[in-house]
């Protein structure tokens, strides 16, 4: 069985270009939750999705990020115009539902640097 | 005040030792706690999951909760230095709702 996938798993972008993470969860699970890694700090939540809803995006900065999660294929979490303080390891997490005892679960990351 | 503190470590013991990790944390609607376990440059890798207070034991892992106290703790038995990693504790409010960590604590488990 397949975990969560994400890809790539190390990104490369100039200042002021767009990164584009992609996130494909377990199989059977219809929930995707993204994460953000700074360097040196813990997890902190971004975003809520399931298939073609935003859920809950309380953790998303206001300006330049976005997610979509579509009835066909992966979740993507989109950040335009990237900054420096971009630089992170960015998370997607799944779950089979949002019922007790459906927990996350993570996958490998995607490691963004921006130059 | 981080709502949910975490000692970050390092902690070092050796192998064979019984490994204590702790969490403490503010907001009394946690229903849910977790704990993970991150090696280097990896994804978190869920260990233990426990709905409110009480305690778990999985193999040589057991997880405690204290809601009275809202404290948290997982112990390793029998540590090994295959165990050496980041521990994050997580928690929420509700089933599906999203996780709120600690910053990690790392464990190093000498041979």
């Known amino acids: 069985n397949a975990g969560v996938m994400q890809n790539p798993r190390h990104l490369v972008r100039r200042r002021g270009q767009e990164a584009r993470l992609r996130c494909s969860p377990m199989?059977?699970?219809?929930?995707v939750y993204w994460y953000r890694q700074l360097p040196e700090e813990g997890l902190k939540f971004m975003v809520y999705l399931q298939k073609e809803n935003i859920i809950d995006e309380s953790g998303m900065p206001k300006e330049r990020f976005s997610a979509e999660f579509p009835k066909e294929g992966p979740s993507i979490l989109r950040i335009q115009q990237v900054v420096r303080g971009d630089s992170a390891a960015y998370f997607c997490?799944?779950?089979?539902?949002?019922?007790?005892?459906?927990?996350?679960?993570f996958g490998p990351g995607t490691r963004l640097t921006v130059l | 005040q981080k709502e949910v503190e975490q000692d970050p470590g390092p902690l070092s013991v050796p192998e064979g030792a019984i490994v204590s990790l702790n969490c403490t944390y503010s907001?009394?609607?946690?229903?849910?706690f977790m704990w993970y376990r991150q090696y280097s440059r990896k994804g978190p890798e869920l260990l233990m999951y426990?709905?409110?207070?009480g305690n778990k034991e999985d193999g040589r892992f057991t997880a405690q909760v204290d809601k009275s106290s809202k404290y948290i703790s997982l112990f390793i038995r029998d540590s090994q230095p295959s165990d050496s990693a980041t521990y994050l504790c997580?928690?929420?409010?509700?089933?599906?709702?999203?996780?709120?960590f600690g910053g990690g604590t790392r464990l190093m488990v000498k041979p």
């Open positions: 997580a928690m929420s409010e509700g089933a599906g709702n999203m996780l709120t």
């Open positions: 997490a799944s779950s089979k539902s949002n019922i007790a005892g459906d927990t996350q679960y």
């Open positions: 426990t709905y409110s207070s």
């Open positions: 199989k059977g699970h219809s929930h």
């Open positions: 907001n009394s609607a946690f229903q849910y």
